[in-house]
């Protein structure tokens, strides 16, 4: 038994992000509940295998892609209850489309003690991948997380026109097989047909694949490239590959002329 309450018997469920794809983007926390785990219950849809090989050879392994919800807590539950450490591994960072509200919930109710280990979003790995700031001085400070709709519908005043309207930084996860609807959308918003859109296919993986598009090619380019899932879908004025050549857009903060608390004069510190 590792880390069980000695009191109590009872063991806790740890959720991890397990980063974007490659092993080595986990937190140095969520690998080191991984290795300890006694239980590893993974999205193996979406979760390396690679990762997963680093748990403790003796670990009782579970994919949650083929199990219901009901199944999945009911796992967590017993095995915790039995005294073990649970690693309940999800893609990504669990809090963004993670689908681990209703497992706490049910968790809750059950009395099971969990906790949170942050992870490295898709949203981050596509934007290294793709080497853009999301936020760029004096162009747009504000990056939107959401997905258009699709089966799941979008609360009152959140589709993605009504988004888009503000004119940030999108960023689409769930989309890949709806760009007809993204370009609806954001046409509807006044997005020209020149905004730039960067489309990530499986960020970190192996067979990652990098789209530069606009907002007018974006339903032919994912499809000529025969993009389905697994994608990021980044959009907006923060994607202009001509940034990275320019220098128009610089923050204060390392401005020469700008002061603050670790730098008070011109040439004094970083
Ligand atoms: C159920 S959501 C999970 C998101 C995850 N919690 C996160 O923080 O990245 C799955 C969606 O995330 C995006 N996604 C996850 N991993 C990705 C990757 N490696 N590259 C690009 N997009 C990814 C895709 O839009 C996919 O449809």
């Not at 590893?40 to 979760?47: A, F, I, K």
């Not at 258009?148 to 009152?156: D, H, I, K, Q």
């Not at 980044?234 to 608390?261: I, K, M, N």
Request: charge should be neutral; charged fraction near 25%; aromatic fraction near 6%.
């Amino acid at each position: 038994m590792t880390a069980a309450n000695a009191s109590s018997g009872m063991g806790k469920v740890w959720f991890i992000g397990a980063g974007p794809g490659d092993p080595d983007l986990i937190t140095v926390k969520g690998l080191r509940i991984l290795q300890e785990a006694d239980v590893v219950v993974y999205t193996d849809s979406l979760v390396s295998d690679a990762l997963i090989a680093r748990a403790r050879p003796d670990a009782e392994v579970l994919g949650s892609a083929g199990m219901t919800l009901e199944e999945i807590v009911a796992v967590l539950v017993a095995r915790a209850r039995a005294g073990k450490t649970v690693a309940r591994v999800h893609t990504g960072d669990p809090s963004v489309f993670g689908a681990v509200l209703e497992q706490m919930a049910m968790l809750e109710r059950e009395g099971i003690p969990y906790e949170i280990v942050p992870g490295v979003s898709a949203v981050f790995a596509a934007a290294a991948a793709a080497r853009v700031e999301l936020t760029v001085p004096e162009l747009c400070q504000t990056v939107i997380l959401t997905r258009v709709e699709g089966r799941t519908p979008m609360p009152e005043g959140e589709r993605l026109r009504d988004l888009a309207r503000h004119g940030c930084t999108l960023a689409l996860f769930l989309s890949a097989t709806l760009t007809k609807k993204v370009m609806a959308e954001l046409r509807a918003a006044g997005w020209g047909d020149d905004t730039p859109v960067v489309v990530v296919y499986k960020a970190t993986w192996p067979d990652e694949r990098i789209l530069r598009t606009t907002l007018g090619e974006l339903d032919e380019a994912v499809r000529r490239a025969g993009i389905r899932s697994h994608a990021m879908i980044l959009a907006g004025r923060a994607l202009d590959p001509e940034l990275a050549r320019s220098s128009a857009y610089r923050s204060r903060l390392y401005d020469p002329a700008f002061t603050h608390g670790y730098r008070t004069g011109r040439g004094e510190g970083a």
